[in-house]
């Protein structure tokens, strides 16, 4: 049995959601039981229950202590996976004392020093102080919705930009976006995620754009075919843009979170994209300046794969073994 526990909220944002839902549907796929635990956010849980997953709730606030009521005692070498981002010590403990194996994501907590493995896509800097039995760092890690083999293209040049900042977006910066950029050349497409709290705010700024400057989506079925059909991404710091490279599609990224920053900083020295800074005060400057479309595109499909997905999950059924 694979327990994923998440954190998936307006305020923490998706990312951890469908990061587990791309590994949980691979371990699925391969005869693994899989179960979700997850903190009481309906649109999160809606999604979970929508991929054909079992979901238990647990409550935010409490560290540990309820960990035990969401393992079956039949379970053979179970596996918890906590993707939430920094584990506390005291919720490790209470794992490894039920005699359950532990995985952790981009995890600095004190926790993560007794997880069996970090898994660690996401992390640029600092990375010699990351704990735990077995840490793995690097983008042949790195989980992504193995959907975009079928939408890779090489682009040739800037006509179309794709506006994407989450399922989220906790901060408003779609909105933003969209007003830098509507006086621009570009056609201009923005996706809103389920969560996803700023329509007045973005609604307002496209009602000021002359008629059909911008087309706005929400909560599209595929946002890997939605990137299909443009040249440029505008995102946040967390997996999309490594999805967007990994389908040929340049970005520019714009940091929600302090700890976005070394991931638009590696893109950048990647050569697959643009860092436009944290959200409080991004440039999108590089827009007004030629851009290498074409070699960005090409660098971005040769450095990102889609290989992490089965890579990660070979992990754990090791682990589980």
Same mark, same amino acid.
């Not at 682009?155 to 906790?170: N, P």
């Not at 400057?213 to 299909?228: C, D, G, I, K």
């Not at 443009?230 to 700890?259: K, M, Q, R, S, W």
């Not at 020295?269 to 800074?277: D, E, N, P, S, V």
């Given at each position: 049995?694979?327990?994923?526990?998440?954190?998936?909220? =307006? !305020?923490?944002?998706? %990312? =951890?959601?469908?990061?587990?839902? !791309?590994?949980?549907?691979?371990?699925?796929?391969?005869?693994?039981?899989?179960?979700?635990?997850?903190?009481?956010?309906?649109?999160?849980? @809606?999604?979970?229950?929508?991929?054909?997953?079992?979901?238990?709730? &647990?409550?935010?606030?409490?560290? #540990?202590?309820?960990?035990?009521?969401?393992?079956?005692?039949?379970?053979?070498?179970?596996?918890?996976?906590?993707?939430?981002?920094?584990?506390?010590?005291? =919720?490790?403990?209470?794992?490894?004392?039920?005699? +359950?194996?532990?995985? /952790?994501?981009?995890?600095? %907590?004190?926790?993560?020093?007794?997880?069996?493995?970090?898994?660690?896509?996401?992390?640029? $800097?600092?990375? $010699?102080?990351?704990?735990?039995?077995?840490?793995?760092?690097?983008?042949?890690?790195?989980?992504?919705?193995?959907?975009?083999?079928?939408?890779?293209?090489?682009?040739?040049?800037?006509?179309?930009?794709? +506006? /994407?900042?989450?399922?989220?977006? *906790? &901060?408003? +910066? *779609?909105?933003? +976006?969209?007003?830098?950029?509507?006086? @621009?050349?570009?056609?201009? !497409?923005?996706?809103?995620?389920?969560?996803?709290?700023?329509?007045?705010?973005?609604? $307002?700024?496209?009602?000021?754009?002359?008629?059909?400057?911008? !087309?706005?989506?929400?909560?599209?079925?595929?946002?890997?075919?939605?990137?299909?059909?443009?040249?440029?991404?505008? #995102?946040?710091? %967390?997996? /999309?843009?490594? $999805?967007?490279?990994?389908?040929?599609?340049?970005?520019?990224?714009?940091?929600?979170?302090?700890?976005?920053?070394?991931?638009?900083?590696?893109?950048?020295?990647?050569?697959?994209?643009?860092?436009? %800074?944290? =959200?409080?005060?991004?440039?999108?400057?590089?827009?007004?300046?030629?851009?290498?479309?074409?070699?960005?595109?090409?660098?971005?499909? *040769?450095?990102?794969?889609?290989?992490?997905?089965?890579?990660?999950?070979?992990?754990?059924?090791?682990?589980?073994?």
């Amino acid at each position: 049995m694979f327990v994923f526990c998440i954190e998936s909220s =307006h !305020t923490r944002g998706m %990312g =951890h959601l469908f990061r587990s839902l !791309t590994l949980a549907a691979e371990l699925r796929a391969r005869g693994r039981p899989v179960r979700f635990l997850a903190n009481d956010h309906p649109n999160s849980l @809606k999604i979970i229950r929508e991929r054909g997953f079992d979901v238990g709730l &647990y409550d935010l606030a409490s560290v #540990t202590g309820w960990e035990n009521s969401f393992l079956e005692p039949a379970a053979a070498a179970p596996v918890w996976i906590n993707d939430r981002l920094d584990t506390q010590r005291s =919720h490790s403990e209470a794992i490894k004392r039920l005699g +359950v194996r532990l995985v /952790t994501f981009d995890d600095r %907590g004190d926790g993560a020093e007794l997880a069996d493995i970090n898994i660690c896509a996401l992390m640029f $800097e600092k990375t $010699e102080y990351l704990k735990g039995k077995d840490v793995r760092l690097g983008l042949e890690y790195m989980i992504l919705n193995p959907e975009i083999a079928a939408f890779r293209r090489l682009r040739q040049s800037l006509a179309s930009i794709l +506006v /994407t900042l989450g399922g989220a977006d *906790t &901060y408003g +910066v *779609t909105a933003r +976006v969209a007003k830098w950029l509507r006086d @621009k050349p570009f056609a201009v !497409t923005i996706v809103t995620g389920p969560s996803f709290q700023h329509m007045a705010e973005l609604e $307002e700024v496209i009602s000021a754009a002359s008629p059909g400057r911008f !087309t706005l989506l929400n909560q599209v079925p595929s946002l890997a075919a939605e990137m299909h059909r443009h040249d440029l991404a505008i #995102t946040g710091g %967390g997996i /999309t843009p490594f $999805e967007a490279c990994a389908a040929g599609l340049p970005c520019v990224v714009i940091a929600n979170e302090p700890f976005e920053i070394p991931v638009g900083h590696a893109l950048e020295k990647l050569g697959a994209a643009f860092f436009a %800074g944290h =959200h409080s005060a991004f440039d999108l400057g590089i827009l007004e300046t030629a851009i290498p479309i074409r070699a960005m595109s090409e660098i971005a499909m *040769t450095k990102v794969g889609l290989g992490g997905v089965g890579r990660v999950a070979d992990l754990l059924e090791r682990l589980a073994a």
